[in-house]
């Protein structure tokens, strides 16, 4: 299948404490600066380590909908802040694939979004009953695998609309089969994804094309994602951080740049916990200023603490932030 590489970019950063100054018990704290950009009208997703400041710069437009890889994992992901929409249908008891579809009321129907508190809950799983039902698929008990029980109507990036049925995933081989097609049956497309190999989190696929999308580092190579993402408090498109699998991360009044009070407990799970609401913006300006009453801590894959201190977010227009990112050593 075609993959879109991902481009690895060096860090841009500046080193602002370079010596740094030493607590009472001869800790000392390094503060770097970095300066990174997710381009005009947020056009790219940046995936950011922050042990060695690598970051992964990917277009955010370039699929429609992404498959968990963990074999006891059942989260499908759509890309909702690209233009993908996505509603299940309203089927009837002993439906079939070849059924027609009426969307008549398609634009009245309920959307569905990815969770913004975690990764293990995508769009496709929105419509979840509770164990065994996943939303997209029934779990059985007896072979451990997921059987596709909800129809979908996609309206995928490119303005097109689908038909879609996750038709199951064989969990201990990590496979996944969906097809999908036109609203009228035609242009139809069978998909069998075999993940087993993966070392990502996700892989991604787009619809337009009918292709695997190769955009995400592999899951240790990464901390933080800086995206736009829906804020499921208002079911609005917001421009923020999220956390990886295993990242943990929590907000403090601690504000001073010097100071080595970095804390050990209390870090929250929740992959928003960063999020988007550590910038203002001024509605008669458009300008962004920063919330300087906040800093974060961030618990990286590895167990080392950061705190990360925003300084600038420039808006639509460059896609352009800044942070201060500090580590005891």
Same mark, same amino acid.
């Given at each position: 299948? &075609?993959?879109?590489?991902? %481009?690895?970019?060096?860090?841009?950063?500046?080193?602002?404490?370079?010596?740094?100054?030493?607590?009472?018990?001869?800790?000392?704290?390094?503060?770097?600066?970095?300066?990174?950009?997710?381009?005009?009208?947020?056009?790219?997703d940046i995936y950011y380590s922050l042990n060695d400041g690598l970051m992964t710069s990917v277009p955010r437009n370039n699929w429609d909908i992404a498959?968990?890889?963990?074999?006891?994992?059942?989260?499908?992901?759509?890309?909702?802040?690209?233009? +993908?929409?996505?509603?299940?249908?309203?089927?009837?008891?002993?439906?079939?694939?070849?059924?027609?579809?009426?969307t008549a009321g398609f634009q009245s129907w309920t959307p569905l979004y990815n969770s913004d508190t975690t990764w293990t809950e995508g769009a496709f799983?929105?419509?979840?009953?509770?164990?065994?039902?996943?939303?997209?698929?029934?779990?059985? +008990?007896?072979?451990h695998n997921l059987t596709g029980i909800a129809l979908y109507i996609i309206q995928t990036r490119a303005g097109s609309y689908k038909k879609i049925w996750?038709?199951?995933?064989?969990?201990?081989?990590?496979?996944?089969?969906?097809?999908?097609?036109?609203?009228?049956?035609?242009?139809?497309?069978?998909?069998?994804?075999?993940?087993?190999?993966?070392? =990502?989190?996700?892989?991604?696929?787009?619809?337009?094309?009918?292709?695997?999308?190769?955009?995400?580092?592999? &899951?240790?190579?990464?901390? %933080?994602?800086?995206? =736009?993402?829906?804020? =499921?408090?208002?079911?609005?498109?917001?421009?923020?951080?999220?956390?990886?699998?295993?990242?943990?991360?929590?907000?403090?009044?601690?504000?001073?740049?010097?100071?080595?009070?970095?804390?050990?407990?209390?870090?929250?799970?929740?992959?928003?916990?960063?999020?988007?609401?550590? =910038?203002?913006?001024?509605?008669?300006?458009?300008?962004?200023?920063?919330?300087?009453?906040?800093?974060?801590? +961030?618990?990286?894959?590895?167990?080392?603490?950061?705190?990360?201190?925003? &300084?600038?977010?420039?808006?639509?227009?460059?896609?352009?932030?800044?942070?201060?990112?500090?580590? %005891?050593?």
């Amino acid at each position: 299948m &075609k993959k879109i590489n991902y %481009l690895i970019i060096g860090l841009v950063f500046s080193i602002l404490i370079n010596s740094c100054t030493k607590s009472t018990d001869s800790v000392s704290l390094t503060t770097n600066s970095v300066t990174l950009s997710m381009g005009g009208g947020y056009a790219n997703d940046i995936y950011y380590s922050l042990n060695d400041g690598l970051m992964t710069s990917v277009p955010r437009n370039n699929w429609d909908i992404a498959f968990s890889v963990p074999p006891r994992e059942a989260a499908i992901l759509s890309n909702t802040t690209s233009g +993908v929409v996505l509603k299940v249908y309203p089927t009837s008891p002993g439906w079939n694939w070849s059924d027609p579809v009426d969307t008549a009321g398609f634009q009245s129907w309920t959307p569905l979004y990815n969770s913004d508190t975690t990764w293990t809950e995508g769009a496709f799983n929105m419509n979840a009953t509770g164990h065994p039902n996943y939303g997209w698929g029934e779990y059985d +008990v007896n072979t451990h695998n997921l059987t596709g029980i909800a129809l979908y109507i996609i309206q995928t990036r490119a303005g097109s609309y689908k038909k879609i049925w996750i038709m199951n995933k064989l969990s201990a081989q990590q496979k996944y089969s969906f097809i999908y097609s036109d609203l009228d049956g035609t242009n139809e497309h069978t998909v069998n994804l075999d993940l087993s190999s993966s070392t =990502k989190n996700f892989v991604y696929y787009s619809l337009d094309t009918d292709a695997e999308v190769d955009r995400e580092p592999d &899951k240790d190579k990464w901390d %933080l994602l800086f995206t =736009k993402y829906i804020d =499921k408090s208002i079911n609005y498109p917001v421009t923020g951080v999220l956390q990886n699998i295993n990242v943990t991360a929590l907000e403090s009044t601690d504000t001073d740049p010097q100071s080595t009070a970095f804390p050990s407990t209390g870090f929250l799970t929740a992959i928003s916990t960063i999020g988007a609401d550590w =910038k203002v913006v001024d509605m008669q300006t458009y300008q962004y200023s920063i919330d300087d009453t906040r800093v974060f801590f +961030v618990k990286d894959l590895n167990g080392t603490v950061f705190r990360l201190t925003f &300084k600038s977010f420039e808006g639509t227009t460059t896609g352009n932030l800044s942070f201060d990112l500090s580590v %005891l050593k």
